[in-house]
């Protein structure tokens, strides 16, 4: 299959699993939501985006191998051992598809819905086709009625080629004018790139032509805005913030909607550094990379190398990652490693102060 059938895939499968994730939203029970072992929140809407994505692709790629790189299984979902919630993700897969004319007669099992939950645990690497799917990025933001995103990105010997990202509580109206003129006050974004082509938004419920996007024009970094989660504050963003001139306080975005809505020109500027090290899924950011660097933007990790995606569920990358306009990137590496430095130094002094 071409890359633009794929796309077109990818694109349906996002959009339905959006459609549920929204009506999980309109009627959010107390039982939709539970920790799973490692304390991080997940919903039905988690799991049944999942299992939608999984169908579809599945569908609508016939004869194409289906691997599945994705953040869920169905080990967390037998652990709860509740019928009633499996019988609820079955029942929102089921309308969902159902929704579609081309899915409407087809059969769905519980069992139909797990197996396509465990579709997810591919590996990913270096070689093949490897999907990549994020099916609710941003739980927490979901959960409490603010932004999150579902991001689905295409990985050819480690590559990603393409990427799809819905937005669903962002308005259409960019704040830097990339808006589609004629439904100004819809909320509800389909973001999707694909390499050498640009990376376009359309609505999400509306059928609209799609806008291309570029990343803002704004060359001066103490113009710049940037964005980051809404997580303990990381004390080198400020850092490196204050070296750049950046005065306004961060623009706080649950998700990947940081990289959609930077690849509009929302703002310039997003960082993902954390107090202490850990792995950095590839699902959380596969798809805002293309769709960012297919606007004219650069994703990097804290030394300037590009991500790589292709060590299998991990990114390996150096410290922290950094996502830009090409024309602000060069100062903001700087700042960057001179933040880096300084953190380094502080650290070491204080550690000689304890010996």
Not at 61 to 67: A, G, K, Q, R, T
Not at 94 to 113: F, G, I, M, N, R
Request: aromatic share 6%; hydrophobic share 40%; proline share 5%.
């Amino acid at each position: 299959m071409s890359y633009d059938e794929m796309l077109s895939a990818a694109k349906k499968a996002v959009s339905l699993a959006a459609r549920l994730s929204n009506q999980v939203r309109k009627s959010l029970l107390v039982s939709d939501v539970w920790n799973k072992s490692d304390e991080s929140p997940v919903t039905v809407a988690d799991y049944g985006s999942q299992a939608v994505v999984s169908l579809v692709l599945e569908r609508e790629l016939l004869n194409e191998p289906v691997s599945l790189v994705a953040e869920e299984d169905s080990g967390e979902l037998r652990k709860i051992a509740a019928e009633t919630v499996l019988a609820r993700i079955t029942e929102l897969v089921k309308d969902t598809l159902a929704s579609d004319e081309s899915y409407a007669a087809a059969p769905l099992s519980s069992d139909d819905v797990l197996n396509a939950i465990d579709r997810g645990k591919s590996e990913g690497g270096p070689m093949g086709r490897h999907w990549i799917l994020d099916p609710i990025g941003g739980t927490r933001g979901f959960i409490r009625g603010e932004q999150y995103a579902i991001g689905l990105a295409l990985l050819v010997d480690g590559k990603v080629v393409l990427g799809v990202m819905a937005c669903p509580k962002l308005p259409l109206a960019s704040t830097a004018g990339n808006t589609l003129k004629s439904l100004p006050e819809k909320v509800g974004c389909l973001f999707y790139g694909s390499v050498g082509n640009g990376t376009y938004v359309q609505s999400l419920s509306v059928d609209s032509p799609p806008v291309k996007v570029e990343v803002s024009s704004i060359d001066d970094p103490a113009k710049a805005s940037f964005f980051e989660s809404y997580h303990t504050p990381v004390p080198i963003h400020n850092t490196i913030a204050t070296k750049l001139g950046i005065k306004e306080s961060p623009i706080k975005i649950n998700s990947q909607t940081k990289y959609a809505a930077l690849s509009r020109g929302d703002g310039e500027v997003y960082l993902r550094f954390t107090r202490k090290a850990r792995p950095e899924s590839i699902w959380n950011h596969a798809a805002g990379s293309i769709i960012v660097s297919e606007a004219g933007g650069k994703v990097t990790d804290a030394a300037g190398n590009p991500l790589d995606f292709s060590k299998g569920k991990y990114l390996d990358y150096k410290r922290g990652i950094v996502v830009t306009t090409q024309k602000l990137l060069p100062r903001l590496l700087i700042a960057v490693r001179e933040s880096i430095k300084e953190e380094e130094e502080e650290e070491k002094a204080a550690s000689l102060k304890l010996h």
